[in-house]
């Protein structure tokens, strides 16, 4: 548990040389702090006012330490909602470290937990979880999109798209709650199917949500894809094209790949990480081999899409193969991909009709050469498309926590919805409370001290 009557300190601006550092401290001895750091031995303490930048030398006891700006932000009108000092001082190694620990020897104040002042803002109600979450997507975002969305998650757009879901979900629940204790006033709106339908668009801006959390969870963790095909089937020499750059090791012999190689890479601005696998074949030629090739469907099982590929060069037999391990790993393969390699090659006649027939007609297909770079950008273009990469308008970002939960609330509505159509108003009720609850823990008006452990514990110290 959190004791907000102590302050905490910390230094706030990343490790290493650097022009300017500045150390942070919130809490109620904030200010006592500031004057005790800028006032030397025997001196009496000038005062410090409120969003006023002075320029002071900070002292550790009788010795000069650094100089720099001192600001006082007067609580609540601060980042945390409490009174915080920030000493700017210089970067580096050792200054910055210095200041801290003379801060940290004055009675009242200790080291501050990582994400602990963007807990105390949360808890202070400066911020809804949702934008205090954002605050470290912000800082870690790996891309300009990312930035963009973790930006609109802070300035509560996710947030207020929950609320007003709440905040339908709670008229429908009062109309619900009336009619269990007036019915014969309410019978119209549920005899005349409205409740029906009005149940039925929540469910519908509930997946709205869905879609889009789930878009923003991509951009800030990176979509998945993982390459698979036969050994020697140009899947190396693919990850190799789309980095850019000779990071994965090509021969012609079939089972060069023994290891699992990932790599970041942006599409479109996106970030999106490729794994390379051992080719997968029925007889690894070794030890190694056959664990690499366990390693690869380890991690085709996590992956977001699937690359198959398949060598438009080699008889049909080796298509069939691959796409066997596949099916062999998931009953109803949905981010698959086919990607028919080395095109500037004699294609094989028979591999060609196959990749015709069902269940390949389905799959989305794509004609490369790594050699001519025939289909590359076509490949790039696809990948965004098929996993929902192009952010649309409004995309903000989230965590997987926040698509779990979007999950349960729509599927207490679907459950919602079944009741009623049984005429259960009372199992409704209950299950529109769910549906409420898991809104709410999103946003932290439903929330238990662990959850909170668990999300501001990941942040860094300083924030
Ligand atoms: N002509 C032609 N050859 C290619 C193309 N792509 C890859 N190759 C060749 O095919 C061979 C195998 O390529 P890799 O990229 O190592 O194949 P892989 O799927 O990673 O193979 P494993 O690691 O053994 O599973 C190499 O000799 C490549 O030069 C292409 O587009 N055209
Ligand atoms: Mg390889």
Redesign the pocket.
């Given at each position: 548990m959190i004791d907000f009557n102590d302050s905490i300190a910390a230094i706030a601006t990343p490790p290493g040389r650097g022009g300017i550092a500045i150390v942070r401290i919130s809490g109620p001895d904030a200010l006592k702090v500031a004057s005790l750091i800028t006032t030397p031995p025997g001196a009496s303490a000038r005062p410090i006012k409120a969003r006023t930048a002075y320029f002071r030398k900070f002292y550790d006891g009788p010795e000069e330490i650094d100089e720099g700006v001192v600001l006082y932000f007067a609580a609540p009108h601060s980042y945390t909602g409490e009174d915080v000092v920030e000493l700017q001082g210089h970067g580096g190694n050792v200054v910055p470290q210095r200041v801290l620990s003379a801060v940290l020897k004055i009675a009242g104040v200790r080291q501050a937990e990582p994400g602990e002042f963007t807990r105390r803002a949360f808890l202070n109600g400066k911020m809804d979880l949702t934008a205090a979450e954002a605050v470290e997507d912000l800082i870690s975002a790996g891309s300009e999109s990312a930035a963009k969305a973790a930006l609109a998650s802070l300035s509560g757009a996710f947030a207020s798209r929950l609320e007003t879901l709440s905040a339908k979900l709670t008229q429908f629940r009062v109309r619900l709650e009336a009619c269990l204790d007036f019915p014969e006033e309410h019978e119209d709106f549920f005899d005349s199917g409205r409740a029906a339908t009005e149940l039925e668009s929540l469910e519908a801006l509930t997946r709205q949500a869905l879609t889009i959390a789930g878009q923003g969870v991509r951009l800030n963790e990176g979509a998945r894809i993982v390459l698979a095909?036969q050994?020697?089937?140009?899947?190396?020499?693919l990850l190799n094209a789309l980095a850019g750059s000779e990071r994965a090791i090509?021969?012609?012999?079939?089972?060069?790949?023994r290891d699992v190689l990932t790599i970041n890479i942006e599409i479109g601005g996106i970030p999106v990480t490729i794994t390379?696998t051992?080719?997968i074949r029925d007889r690894p030629s070794d030890e190694i081999e056959a664990i690499g090739i366990e390693r690869a469907l380890n991690e085709l099982k996590q992956a977001d899409l699937v690359l198959l590929?398949i060598d438009s060069s080699k008889p049909a037999a080796e298509a069939r193969e691959a796409l066997a391990h596949i099916q062999k790993l998931f009953d109803h393969p949905k981010n698959l991909m086919v990607v028919k390699?080395?095109i500037?090659?004699a294609p094989n006649a028979e591999t060609a009709e196959l990749l015709t027939q069902e269940p390949w007609s389905h799959l989305p297909q794509i004609a490369?050469?790594?050699?001519t770079e025939h289909g590359l950008d076509l490949l790039r273009q696809q990948l965004n498309e098929v996993l929902g990469l192009i952010p649309s308008e409004g995309v903000f970002s989230a965590r997987r926590r926040h698509v779990f939960e979007l999950n349960e609330c729509a599927a207490a509505l679907t459950r919602a919805q079944e009741m009623l159509e049984l005429g259960d108003l009372v199992l409704t009720a209950r299950e529109l409370t769910l549906a409420q609850d898991h809104l709410g823990t999103i946003t932290g008006k439903v929330t238990s001290d662990d959850i909170l452990g668990i999300i501001f514990s990941t942040f860094c110290i300083g924030k």
């Open positions: 095909g050994p020697n089937a140009g899947k190396s020499s090509v021969t012609n012999i079939p089972g060069t790949t390379d051992a080719g590929m390699s080395k500037d090659l490369t050469s790594t050699k």
